[in-house]
């Protein structure tokens, strides 16, 4: 799971102005927002770069989540 919808919330920043920056298309992108398909690690670190934080921050934990 990542948090690239949450972190362009807290930027100010819509889901089409990313992905014109990663030269991906707005449905492409609205999959990686709501989790119905996830960015390769590439896509992600540029993600990341554009957004100016550390690429962790996109990801959810998934330490501690043992069922």
């Known amino acids: 799971m990542n948090r690239i ?5 807290e930027q100010g920043r ?9 030269g991906k298309s707005y449905v492409v992108v609205t999959n ?9 690690l590439p896509t992600l670190k540029k993600i990341a770069d ?6 962790r921050e996109l990801l959810e934990s998934t330490k501690g989540n043992k069922n």
């Open 5 to 9: 919808k949450e972190i362009l919330t």
């Open 14 to 22: 819509s889901q089409t102005w990313l992905a014109g920056k990663i």
């Open 32 to 40: 990686y927002c709501n989790n119905k398909s996830q960015p390769s």
């Open 50 to 55: 554009i957004l100016d934080i550390d690429i």
